[in-house]
């Protein structure tokens, strides 16, 4: 599988294309080189492991956004069974934006949410690379309340840009239609467990992200704008997005110890699209933890504990 790494990934490359070509001489020739290949996987790992290290706020930016990153459909298809897509805000459109759908959790039925960037040309331009319109917020929370009245617990994946800012996203109120989710979701009466699997930026992603716990892979952001957004406003440049990206306070580790999120989930070494099969299980244990630990809640007790750890965000007894 081609890896597609990245700039700060380039001693990575070199050595495992050297690893690859030792590979082929085995094959090709009678000449044992077992030992050598077995000595430069012992290096190459090493070596990923003193690269990730020390990875800065833009290189995991950049790692968020990686083309091959597992994304909520990578997920539902290994964390569940019997996954049942449904459609609609009944409205007006598909919101295929977001994927979604009722599907078993090893024992557990949950509603799963989550964006979705696409794949091909054609899926990015038809999940509009995972920014979703007022429509498929609306699907989103049309799928909250029915999970809500048949008491199932609601299993959001946030990895999205942003929401979409078009002139069409505007006149169908796309500012209403995240503010009415935010509402909502603080005040559903089922467990809600949040997983940020990649970028997590703006409204788009809060619209996703209100919840009892909330989850956040190793190397994804989260943040209340993009680096390039912010870099734009502040230096009138997008050249300053790395310098903003430390600024935001957007990594795992510093919003774990701000009190903003709640568990980092470790990724596979070299990012969670080195070992997607991985990356889910060990994301499905921490969800499957969460939802035992909430489920024997009652649903005053949920709602109120939820309401307070939203209201605690920004205080100083949260960091």
């Known amino acids: 599988m081609s890896l597609d790494y990245l700039d700060f990934e380039q001693p990575i490359m070199m050595l495992d294309e050297k690893i690859n070509e030792l590979k082929r001489v085995g094959v090709d020739t009678d000449v044992n080189v077992s030992e050598e290949i077995v000595r430069l996987k012992e290096k190459l790992e090493t070596l990923t492991r003193d690269v990730f290290s020390k990875l800065t706020a833009a290189e995991i930016v950049k790692l968020a956004r990686h083309p091959k990153r597992p994304y909520t459909k990578d997920y539902a298809d290994r964390l569940c069974t019997d996954f049942q897509e449904l459609h609609g805000d009944r409205h007006k459109d598909q919101g295929q934006e977001i994927y979604s759908g009722l599907a078993r959790l090893e024992e557990q039925v949950v509603m799963v949410i989550g964006h979705q960037k696409g794949r091909t040309t054609a899926e990015k331009v038809r999940r509009n690379f995972g920014m979703a319109s007022p429509e498929a917020f609306r699907k989103a929370l049309r799928l909250m309340k029915l999970a809500e009245r048949f008491d199932i617990p609601v299993v959001t994946f946030i990895d999205t840009p942003g929401a979409y800012p078009g002139i069409t996203a505007e006149e169908c109120n796309q500012s209403e239609a995240i503010a009415r989710n935010l509402l909502e979701m603080a005040q559903l009466t089922v467990p809600i467990v949040c997983c940020v699997i990649g970028e997590g930026c703006s409204g788009g992603a809060l619209a996703l992200g209100v919840g009892d716990r909330t989850l956040m892979l190793q190397y994804a952001y989260y943040s209340v704008i993009s680096p390039e957004g912010c870099a734009s406003i502040l230096w009138k440049s997008a050249d300053k997005a790395a310098i903003a990206a430390e600024a935001l306070n957007l990594t795992s580790d510093r919003l774990l110890s701000l009190g903003l999120i709640d568990t980092i989930v470790p990724e596979p070494l070299g990012g ?9 299980a060990t994301l499905k244990e921490h969800i499957i933890r969460e939802l035992a630990e909430l489920s024997i809640m009652d649903k005053t007790e949920l ?7 939203w209201l605690s965000y920004g205080s100083p007894d949260r960091s």
């Open 272 to 280: 969670a699209h080195r070992d997607p099969d991985l990356m889910a």
């Open 303 to 309: 709602v109120n504990a939820r309401y307070a750890r």
